[in-house]
């Protein structure tokens, strides 16, 4: 089982939907999780991150996390062209030699199309 | 501020050959890293530097040296470069190292031939 893992894609959304990526974490001591996006040939940048359970929004985006569940998403709301990425989750390891690292999944492309 | 820079974009070697991938950021952040990124396989972290003076291996660490050079600077060697090191090489900090947001530097292409 991968420590992370995404939805696998890609994932294609009309202009205007709600485009929902999701993400499962292995390690249950887990405390913070990323969402990077990722275009084309480019670096990740961060979107959100989230330490608490339940939701955090921030403009159309908002991320959902369920520890109990090992469980987090990001939900773009009012999905635009300019959203077609990759999406990337991010795990941050809970103890042993996993403290502290980032652990990424392997993405999920998000095509919006007009 | 540039954030994280560097050097060198895109580089061409042969088998055997040795390179260093320089890296070097301008937010006084503690903590940096360095990624390979595959197909299909996300970001795996090779060496990372919790904190000047210090470095650890990471998930993928075979094949490669780094050095924390001082605060800014945080370089990565491949010593005898195999095909296998293809790949896109990302250089990332954070202001500390737990829970703390990684910012990453545009990236290295690297084609081992």
């Known amino acids: 089982q991968k420590e992370v893992e995404q939805n696998s894609g890609p994932l294609s959304v009309p202009e205007g939907a709600i485009a929902s990526l999701n993400c499962t974490y292995s390690?249950?001591?887990?405390?913070?999780f990323f969402w990077y996006r990722q275009y084309s040939g480019k670096s990740p940048e961060l979107i959100m991150f989230i330490y608490s359970n339940g939701d955090k929004e921030d403009g159309r985006f908002t991320a959902q996390l369920n520890k109990a569940s090992q469980y987090v998403s990001l939900l773009i709301r009012d999905s635009q062209p300019s959203d077609s990425a990759t999406y990337l989750c991010a795990v941050s390891g809970a103890g042993g030699t996993s403290y502290g690292k980032l652990t990424f999944g392997q993405g999920t492309i998000l095509t919006v199309h007009p | 501020n540039a954030g994280v820079t560097q050097t060198p974009k895109f580089q061409v070697l042969k088998t055997g050959q040795s390179m260093t991938l320089q890296c070097a950021q301008d937010m006084n952040h503690n903590s940096m890293y360095w990624y390979r990124q595959d197909p299909g396989m996300g970001l795996r972290l090779i060496y990372y530097?919790?904190?000047?003076?210090?470095?650890d291996k990471g998930e993928v660490p075979n094949g490669y040296n780094v050095s924390r050079l001082n605060k800014r600077e945080f370089s990565l060697r491949l010593e005898s470069a195999a095909p296998s090191q293809t790949s896109v090489y990302f250089c990332?900090?954070?202001?500390?190292?737990?829970?703390?947001?990684?910012?990453f530097g545009p990236g290295t292409r690297l084609l081992v031939l």
């Open positions: 390690d249950r001591g887990s405390q913070s």
């Open positions: 990332a900090s954070s202001a500390g190292w737990y829970q703390e947001t990684q910012y």
């Open positions: 530097s919790a904190s000047e003076g210090t470095t």
